[in-house]
């Protein structure tokens, strides 16, 4: 009897999608933020993109983990786990209900580095989404291939600054696990941490993990719902740190010195996600080119 070796699929220099944009997973995600969906003339809210234009893999594509096997961007190597760092969200217009989208992902650039935990590889995926022919969206998403071993710690609550203005934006939403088992749903992300407690003790967390863009999006919705639009800007957000359990997250925008940000405080009020947003140059950015 013969036996062959598994040959991996090459890594795709990029993948494309073409989706209509409809109104049902707008509807979804507004059901699992407990708030009014948006109306047909609304259009899509920013980062609510993240519901749409999926890459929907099939069951034999995915790893033992929940991660697809291949693809981009590509699965944690051996004694490798992959985290979401944080992204830049350039939003030129909102997406239209009832009209036909087009994503085109690639990878940007990968460096490898080595930081506390040891040696790492960071990768930058950029997606640009087109509707009628104009750039809509361009995300970029930075990911960390890390070692195994215990994440980094949420900062300790700091006292407010004497000179810090208080919230122009605040919110909160209760997280347990049926939030993030609808939110992974909603996103169709299949990394077990966000669902299955006894995996997510054996990648070394001490419960399950809440989703990085979920507290990013909560940000974005900060700046939305107190009036500042993300339309015409670059919303720029770091995870600090993971973020376990059922909790309240508090999220809060400020102005400082002329500069928006956010904030997203656990339940022990520790910082654990940032962003920033910043006017956007009315330019369509040049494609990035590859590093390694």
């Not at 909102?94 to 790492?120: H, I, N, Q, W, Y």
Request: hydrophobic residues 40%.
């Amino acid at each position: 009897m013969t036996t062959s070796a598994m040959v991996q699929p090459a890594e795709p220099e990029s993948s494309a999608r073409t989706e209509l944009i409809t109104r049902e997973p707008a509807e979804a995600l507004a059901g699992v933020l407990d708030i009014a969906a948006p109306s047909a003339e609304q259009g899509l809210p920013a980062l609510w993109h993240w519901t749409y234009l999926l890459e929907r893999r099939r069951q034999s594509d995915l790893g033992p983990d929940g991660h697809p096997t291949h693809g981009i961007p590509a699965p944690p190597g051996p004694g490798r786990l992959r985290m979401f760092g944080g992204g830049r969200v350039s939003t030129y217009s909102a997406l239209e209900f009832g009209r036909p989208a087009v994503r085109t992902t690639r990878l940007a650039r990968e460096v490898d580095k080595v930081g506390a935990s040891g040696p790492m590889t960071l990768a930058t995926v950029r997606s640009d989404v087109e509707q009628d022919g104009r750039l809509a969206i361009t995300d970029e998403q930075d990911i960390v291939y890390r070692l195994a071993g215990p994440p980094a710690q949420p900062r300790a609550a700091a006292a407010p600054q004497a000179d810090e203005p208080a919230p122009e934006g605040r919110l909160e939403m209760p997280v347990d696990p049926v939030v993030l088992f609808r939110f992974s749903a909603l996103t169709y992300n299949a990394h077990r941490i966000h669902y299955d407690a006894t995996y997510a003790a054996e990648e070394g967390y001490p419960g399950l993990v809440v989703h990085g863009p979920l507290k990013a999006l909560l940000m974005g919705e900060c700046f939305r719902r107190s009036g500042v639009p993300l339309e015409g800007t670059v919303f720029a957000y770091r995870l600090v740190a993971p973020t376990f359990g059922a909790q309240r997250l508090t999220v809060t925008s400020r102005v400082l010195d002329g500069q928006r940000s956010a904030r997203v405080q656990d339940g022990r009020g520790r910082t654990t996600a940032t962003a920033t947003l910043e006017p956007l140059e009315d330019v369509r950015p040049a494609p990035a080119a590859i590093t390694r």
